[in-house]
């Protein structure tokens, strides 16, 4: 499906009649491809789920984390879907961004906890938190993450990624800032988050793809792209997040579009750490929703 635009009806259509019997296969694999395999992502976009005042519309956000879902784990009903990647026993931590000019947004976490619920979690054993997550007895007792922040320039990383939000995960985060944030990957090896994550979301409403100096943010570099892009697989989520990125400087910039300081921590994460795949041939791309600027 990679390179195609699936409208939700077409989508809704395959869905019905695909194959059922590995649905509970993602709940029991791990988040890297082996050598021949490809990972899955799915980029879902829909030109209302940003209404007027360029707030994000909860209903249609809803529906855009649903398909996503539905379409990642090849299931029809997204609460089915949901129940593959937890269980009514997990005790759920949903890691967020709180980075006030571009924040992963409370519509994408309350639609993560719905769901998070309907799959049999009681409200009292999950919790959303991004800067508090060492001191959160949910997240230090976790079974299972939600991983969703937004996907932005970052000064001392390149990108914002889902691989860079784990940093809050450790209690000094500068200590993972050399070589341009290199191996943060390593994070992900830590007991806290080992294994946990069961979903990474990367919120692309409205991106933003260039910065200037420290916790520098200029709206005249953001863009309604009004997307989601969602995998199982950290690195290829940003991997396919940071294509965006690129080609929007491309076209904006007119030059070659690379990030400076450049993201390498997610090809590293890949390449050096082993977290997942980087390489977009190794990626299938599922896309959703409306075509128009979609850029990759």
């Given amino acids: 499906m990679s390179g195609k635009m699936i409208t939700r009806r077409d989508f809704l259509k395959v869905a019905s009649v695909a194959p059922l019997a590995g649905a509970f296969l993602p709940a029991l694999k791990g988040a890297a491809a082996g050598p021949a395999e490809k990972v899955k992502v799915v980029l879902v976009r829909d030109p209302n789920a940003l209404d007027a005042s360029g707030a994000p519309n909860a209903e249609v956000v ?47 976490e309350q639609a993560v906890k719905r769901r998070v619920m309907d799959a049999g979690v009681a409200e009292d054993k999950l919790s959303v938190d991004d800067r508090g997550v060492l001191r959160n007895p949910i997240f230090q007792n976790a079974t299972a993450l939600i991983n969703a922040r937004p996907a932005r320039t970052h000064q001392w990383s390149g990108m914002g990624s889902c691989i860079k939000n784990y940093i809050m995960f450790v209690p000094q985060p500068s200590a993972y800032h050399g070589d341009t944030c ?115």
């Avoid at 649903?66 to 129940?83: F, G, S, T």
């Avoid at 910065?211 to 892009?229: A, H």
């Fill in 182 to 296: 290199a191996d943060l990957a390593t994070i992900w090896n830590l007991p806290i988050v080992k294994g946990k994550t069961r979903l990474n979301i990367l919120v692309m409403f409205n991106p933003l793809f260039h910065m200037i100096g420290t916790q520098q943010y200029n709206k005249d570099f953001t863009w309604e792209y009004k997307g989601l892009i969602v995998s199982r697989d950290p690195v290829a989520a940003d991997t396919t997040g940071l294509r965006v990125l690129e080609a929007k400087r491309r076209e904006h910039f007119k030059d070659d579009g690379l990030l400076k300081p450049t993201p390498h921590h997610i090809q590293l994460a890949d390449t050096r750490h082993h977290l997942g795949v980087s390489d977009p041939n190794r990626i299938e791309l599922v896309k959703l929703g409306f075509d128009e600027g979609i850029l990759i």
């Fill in 62 to 108: 809803q529906r855009m984390l649903d398909d996503a879902v539905c379409a990642l784990l090849d299931e029809r009903d997204a609460v089915k879907a949901w129940k593959t990647l937890i269980r009514p026993e997990d005790i759920v931590g949903i890691k967020t961004n709180a980075w006030g000019k571009l924040p992963t947004t409370s519509q994408v």
